[in-house]
C-alpha cells in the first residue's frame, strides 16, 4: 500500500453501530421550523450516525488542492468516516480519485499522500491497475473465472475542480460540482484562488462536535467576547451575514475603526494606533492571513507615520495595492471592501474561512469517528502567486494535541472555547439553544440545510 504521510488516527472506531435508534425517531432532533435547537445534535452517536448516512454520502467535499499532487502518481487520501477515496493524477495529467479499497479483497491502496510509481498495487496479493484505474495484472489470473475488463477496473468516485481545489462526492448521481456550489463561485472567483498556494497546512484533533467547530468560524457575534483585542480595530457589529441557499456567506466592516461598543469618540480614534492594531493583529495574531511575502512588508510599516490628513484605512489600503503590483499581482477588478475585509464563506458542509485579495484562511473539519464530542481539524492557509512563479508544497503538520502547537492568539482563544461547550451542550437540563436573528443567521441557515440531507426538510 503506497504511502507517504498519515492522517490524523481517529480516537474511536468509525464503523456506524448495527442497534441504533432509528432515522424516524431522530425528527425530533431537526432545527428547521423549531424556535429551539436540540442540543442531541451535537452529542448524539444515533445523530452522527444518521450524517453519515444521509449527508456525507451525497455532499461534494474538499479532497484536496491539485498542488497537492503535481507529477503522475501522486495522490492524496480523503475520508469520512467508513468511506475513503484517493485522489491521483494520472499519466495524462487529468485528475482522478477512486474509492481506496481492492476489488480482490478489500485492502485499501493507499494511506496519507504520496506517490504511486507508474501504476496502483495492492499490497497484499499484488494485484495492480494503471493510473486510469484500469486492470493491468491479475496473480494467476487463469484461476478466476473468466471476468470482463471493466469490472476489474477500481471504482470510480466523482471528482472535480474548482478553484484549485479538489472535490470529491461519492454519489455517482449527484450534480455537477458548479451547480452544487451555487453562488459560491460569485463570491470567490475573483479572488481567483486558482492562483493560490499553500502556505501552511496543519492538522489536529479538537474536544467538540464538528459542527460545534463549523458554527463558530460561521459568525461574528462571538468576537466581543472571544477575541476583544479585534474590537481596537474592527466594527464586528458592523458585518453583514449572508445566508445563501445551501452556503454561506458573511463580511463587511474590513475599513479599519474601533468597535462602537468600546465608546470611543469619533474624533479621539488615534489613527497611528489604528494602523498598528490591524496589522499587528492580522500578522502576528492570526499567522498566515496574510500570506509570507505580504507579511513582511505590512509589518514594516505598521508604525509607519501616517501622512498628513491620511487615515489608517487610506494608508493600509494603498500599501496592500501598491505590495500586490510589487508582487505582479493584478488587484485593479477588486473593490475595496475585498482588500480590506474579504468575505467569509462556507461551503457546506464543512469548509469554510475567510478570503481576502492575495489570501485564504481556511478550515476543513470532519467527524472524528463515531465519536460525537470530537472532530479532525485542518488549517490550510493559501497565498496568491504571481502566474510562472515557482511553488514548493509546504510541510504537512500532524499535531494529535491541539496544545502541543502555537496556532495564534485568535485561533488560540477560538479553541479553548471548543471543551467548554461540547461539555456544557452534554448537560441536557439546558434545554434547546438560542440563535440571534442577524448575527447567528448564517449558523441557523447551516443547520436547516443539514436537515434538508438529514430530514428531507424543505429548506
Known amino acids: 500500500m503506497a504511502t507517504v504521510e498519515h492522517p490524523v488516527h481517529t480516537a474511536t472506531s468509525p464503523s456506524v453501530p448495527t442497534d441504533r435508534t432509528s432515522p424516524s425517531a431522530l425528527t425530533g432532533l431537526a432545527a428547521f421550523g423549531n424556535d429551539l435547537i436540540p442540543r442531541e445534535r451535537f452529542t448524539s452517536v444515533d445523530f452522527l450516525a444518521l450524517e453519515y448516512e444521509r449527508?456525507?454520502?451525497?455532499?461534494?467535499?474538499?479532497?484536496?488542492?491539485?498542488?497537492e499532487i503535481p507529477e503522475p502518481g501522486d495522490f492524496v487520501e480523503y475520508a469520512i468516516g467508513d468511506r475513503s477515496a484517493f485522489v491521483v493524477r494520472t499519466g495524462a495529467g487529468e485528475v482522478r480519485a477512486f474509492h481506496n479499497t481492492c476489488i480482490h479483497r478489500g485492502t485499501a491502496l493507499a494511506s496519507g499522500c504520496g506517490r504511486f510509481r507508474g501504476e496502483i498495487r495492492c499490497p497484499f496479493h499484488g494485484w495492480r491497475w494503471d493510473l486510469d484505474g484500469n486492470s493491468t495484472f491479475v496473480l494467476d489470473a487463469h484461476e478466476f473465472?473468466?471476468?470482463?475488463?471493466?469490472?476489474?477496473?477500481?471504482?470510480?468516485?466523482?471528482?472535480?475542480?474548482?478553484?484549485?481545489?479538489?472535490?470529491?462526492?461519492?454519489?455517482?448521481?449527484?450534480?455537477?460540482?458548479?451547480?452544487?456550489?451555487?453562488?459560491?463561485?460569485?463570491?470567490?472567483?475573483?479572488?481567483?484562488?486558482?492562483?493560490?498556494?499553500f502556505t501552511t497546512h496543519k492538522t489536529t484533533v479538537l474536544p467538540a462536535n464538528w459542527k460545534v467547530v463549523v458554527d463558530a468560524f460561521n459568525e461574528g457575534y462571538h468576537i466581543a467576547t472571544t477575541h476583544p483585542e479585534i474590537l481596537r480595530w474592527k466594527d464586528e457589529a458592523a458585518l453583514e451575514y449572508t445566508p445563501l441557499r445551501t452556503h454561506t456567506r458573511y463580511g463587511g466592516a474590513g475599513w479599519p475603526m474601533p468597535s462602537p461598543r468600546l465608546g470611543i469618540p469619533t474624533d479621539e480614534v488615534d489613527e497611528q494606533e489604528l494602523l498598528a492594531h490591524k496589522i499587528d493583529d492580522l500578522i502576528d495574531n492570526l499567522?498566515?492571513?496574510?500570506?509570507?511575502?505580504?507579511?513582511?512588508?505590512?509589518?514594516?510599516?505598521?508604525?509607519?507615520?501616517?501622512?498628513?490628513?491620511?487615515?489608517?484605512?487610506?494608508?493600509?489600503?494603498?500599501?496592500?495595492?501598491?505590495?500586490?503590483?510589487?508582487?505582479?499581482?493584478?488587484?485593479?477588478?477588486?473593490?475595496?471592501?475585498?482588500?480590506?475585509?474579504?468575505?467569509?464563506?462556507?461551503?457546506?458542509?464543512?469548509?469554510?474561512?475567510?478570503?481576502?485579495?492575495?489570501?485564504?484562511?481556511g478550515y476543513r473539519v470532519r467527524p472524528n469517528g463515531m465519536d460525537p464530542h470530537s472532530c479532525i481539524?485542518?488549517?490550510?492557509?493559501?497565498?496568491?502567486?504571481?502566474?510562472?512563479?515557482?511553488?514548493?508544497?509546504?510541510?504537512?503538520?500532524?499535531?494529535?494535541?491541539?496544545?502541543?502547537?502555537?496556532?495564534?492568539?485568535?485561533?488560540q482563544q477560538d479553541f479553548e472555547n471548543f471543551e467548554g461547550i461540547q461539555r456544557g451542550l452534554r448537560n441536557s437540563a439546558g434545554g434547546g439553544l438560542r440563535w440571534n436573528r442577524r448575527q447567528e443567521s448564517c449558523v441557523r441557515r447551516f443547520h436547516e440545510v443539514l436537515d434538508r440531507f438529514l430530514f428531507d426538510a424543505p429548506t
Open 55 to 67: 449527508l456525507w454520502p451525497r455532499v461534494w467535499q474538499v479532497a484536496c488542492r491539485v498542488e
Open 145 to 197: 473465472p473468466a471476468e470482463p475488463a471493466a469490472d476489474l477496473r477500481l471504482r470510480d468516485v466523482r471528482c472535480e475542480t474548482y478553484g484549485g481545489f479538489v472535490f470529491v462526492n461519492f454519489d455517482p448521481d449527484a450534480p455537477s460540482l458548479i451547480r452544487y456550489l451555487e453562488e459560491i463561485p460569485g463570491y470567490f472567483d475573483p479572488y481567483r484562488p486558482e492562483r493560490m498556494c
Open 287 to 361: 499567522p498566515g492571513y496574510i500570506g509570507p511575502a505580504e507579511a513582511d512588508a505590512l509589518r514594516a510599516v505598521a508604525r509607519t507615520p501616517l501622512p498628513e490628513g491620511t487615515t489608517a484605512g487610506d494608508f493600509y489600503l494603498k500599501r496592500r495595492r501598491d505590495g500586490a503590483v510589487a508582487r505582479g499581482l493584478d488587484w485593479s477588478h477588486l473593490d475595496d471592501d475585498q482588500v480590506l475585509g474579504g468575505d467569509d464563506l462556507l461551503v457546506f458542509p464543512n469548509f469554510i474561512g475567510p478570503v481576502i485579495a492575495g489570501a485564504f484562511f
Open 377 to 411: 481539524f485542518e488549517l490550510w492557509t493559501l497565498e496568491e502567486r504571481a502566474e510562472g512563479q515557482p511553488h514548493t508544497m509546504c510541510e504537512r503538520e500532524v499535531y494529535p494535541d491541539w496544545r502541543s502547537h502555537d496556532w495564534g492568539l485568535v485561533v
